[in-house]
């Protein structure tokens, strides 16, 4: 567990949201412009495959970038 906590404590948190059309666009931008994430999500995958899956339970997606790459993620996630 102490790799997982000091992959993440060089990292900073830059968008959280339980909407998938945002999380495609986040990570649509970031890709386009290069900014390398770690993306860690979490939710329900109970009834997996089913369009009711995630009722009630959201998947929560949290995308993380190197403290270096901080400005340059927060300009991709601002382009329209």
């Given at each position: 567990?102490?790799?997982?906590?000091?992959?993440?404590?060089?990292?900073?948190?830059?968008?959280?949201?339980?909407?998938?059309?945002?999380y495609?666009?986040?990570?649509?931008?970031?890709?386009?412009?290069?900014?390398?994430?770690?993306?860690?999500?979490?939710?329900?995958?109970?009834?997996?495959?089913?369009?009711?899956?995630?009722?009630?339970?959201?998947t929560?997606?949290?995308?993380?970038?190197?403290?270096?790459?901080?400005?340059?993620?927060?300009?991709?996630?601002?382009?329209?």
């Amino acid at each position: 567990m102490g790799w997982l906590r000091s992959l993440f404590s060089k990292r900073k948190l830059i968008y959280s949201t339980f909407n998938e059309a945002d999380y495609m666009s986040i990570m649509n931008k970031l890709d386009a412009e290069g900014v390398p994430y770690v993306l860690k999500s979490k939710g329900s995958s109970m009834y997996l495959g089913s369009q009711w899956s995630n009722l009630g339970n959201p998947t929560e997606y949290n995308f993380y970038v190197r403290v270096e790459d901080e400005g340059r993620a927060y300009k991709a996630i601002n382009q329209r």
